[in-house]
């Protein structure tokens, strides 16, 4: 059969806990890094691109001791320092690719991630250090009443609200509102809203940055959630936190640092016409 294009590529398209995302073997195709924002820009959106609230690229190490780095970026095209589900669907495309075995280690902005692909598609991976935990922090508002939140760093930078009811917070809204808040500027923050059901579970909605909308789950987000719940006294150190995705994670916080394990699915893999989208790689 004659090849529709010349110009096409093979993708993956990957999700965890209901975050997808499109993952590119980048030591195959490489696309330098000043066209990354945009091919992520131009086919996350859904309906006319891949559609997936991240996009990762799978590269060469840069360190000594690393499998792989990786590049993330958001759906909007902005570049992100870690994402939780996402180093756990990059974990175990790596090692089908055979970048890298069942354990592994690999660079991201936010500094090394240790993760190990266990049997039917589990991935447990170590989060970078949580940084700068700030509890019990009112923000004001013109137009609405103060909120009493809580923020911690889990590799990107998260806000905690606790709830009496998670189901019932208009996420959008008053996540938009907090995300955009001056005392975040001028990054912005990841907003988390849950519950705490028991010492043992948690449930949570989270409002991500870089989609700018709620998302099905959020790994970093969950982290977040249970270190300041943990530091409340609300919660134990091993928690499983149930997303608006329905999914269970498990978060389990030792003294190594902060342990994310959960599924990461194959959904397929696909070649993309570059042509559509007035995308190309140079020299090709």
């Known amino acids: 059969m004659k090849p529709l294009s010349s110009n096409m590529q093979q993708f993956f398209k990957m999700q965890g806990s209901g975050n997808d995302f499109i993952l590119w073997d980048n030591t195959s195709l490489n696309l330098p890094g000043e066209l990354m924002s945009r091919w992520a820009e131009t086919l996350c959106p859904r309906g006319f691109g891949i559609g997936a609230d991240g996009m990762i690229f799978l590269d060469n190490p840069r360190t000594q001791g690393h499998d792989f780095d990786w ?3 958001n759906a909007d095209g902005s570049r992100a320092e870690m994402c939780g589900n ?3 669907c ?3 495309l790596a090692h089908r690719l055979g970048l890298a075995g069942r354990e592994q280690v690999f660079g991201t902005d936010a ?3 240790r993760a190990q692909v266990k049997d039917k598609g589990k991935v447990r991976v170590q989060l970078t250090p949580a940084e700068n935990l700030q509890l019990h ?3 004001n508002f013109e137009e609405s009443s103060p909120v009493n939140l809580h923020s911690v760093n889990t590799g990107v930078p998260h806000a905690v ?3 009496d009811d998670v189901h019932k917070v208009n996420v959008s809204g008053l996540g938009r509102m907090v995300r955009m808040h001056p005392d975040f500027a001028p990054a912005g923050t990841n907003v988390n809203f849950i519950q705490v059901k028991d010492r043992g579970h948690i449930y949570l909605r989270t409002y991500e940055r870089g989609v700018e909308d709620e998302t099905f789950a959020c790994g970093t987000g969950a982290a977040a959630s249970v270190v300041v719940a943990s530091a409340l006294g609300l919660c134990a150190n091993s928690v499983q936190v149930v ?5 269970h994670l498990n978060i389990d916080l030792q003294e190594q640092g902060v342990f994310l394990t959960g599924k990461a699915d194959f959904i397929y893999q696909g070649m993309l016409f570059l042509d559509t989208f007035g995308l190309k790689i140079p020299g090709d």
Do not use: Q
Request: proline share 0%; charged share 15%.
């Open 71 to 73: 590049h993330f970026f």
């Open 86 to 88: 996402g180093s756990r």
């Open 90 to 92: 990059a974990a175990r």
């Open 111 to 113: 500094g090394a991630v």
């Open 137 to 139: 922090s009112i923000l």
């Open 161 to 163: 609200i606790i709830c």
């Open 243 to 247: 997303t608006s995705g329905k999914e």
